[in-house]
């Protein structure tokens, strides 16, 4: 299984960014994914999951600004980030998991792609 992500870069406060993660190697429509960042010094944190049949859920520091979303078709699925803080600085990473009951369990990771966000 292979994750591919891309779409970081630098934004400025109030900005919008779209990540995209591919996936190759497994069944994309059956996975559940998400998406987590790291922050520099910080613990790789939750941000986002979307089930194969299209539920989602969201960490609420980023509830209303952030989108996960999925496109089957493309074995792809975003990210679409609203609203740029500069705290919202970290790298973002695309996860293949599954989901159970109301945890996540993380199994496959993406190389991670940088986002920055300057006042």
């Known amino acids: 299984v292979q994750l591919v992500e891309s779409g970081g870069g630098l934004a400025q406060a109030g900005e919008s960014l779209r990540l995209s993660c591919v996936v190759s190697g497994s069944t994309f429509s059956n996975n559940d994914m998400a998406w987590y960042r790291q922050a520099p010094g910080e613990q790789r944190e939750l941000i986002a999951t979307i089930t194969g049949s299209g539920s989602t859920d969201y960490k609420a520091f980023v509830k209303g600004r952030f989108t996960i979303s999925r496109d089957n078709a493309k074995n792809t699925v975003y990210l679409h980030m609203a609203s740029l803080a500069p705290e919202d600085t970290a790298v973002y990473y695309c996860?293949?998991?599954?989901?159970?009951?109301?945890?996540?369990?993380?199994?496959?990771w993406g190389q991670g792609t940088q986002v920055t966000v300057s006042s």
């Open positions: 996860n293949l998991g599954r989901m159970i009951g109301q945890y996540y369990y993380a199994d496959y």
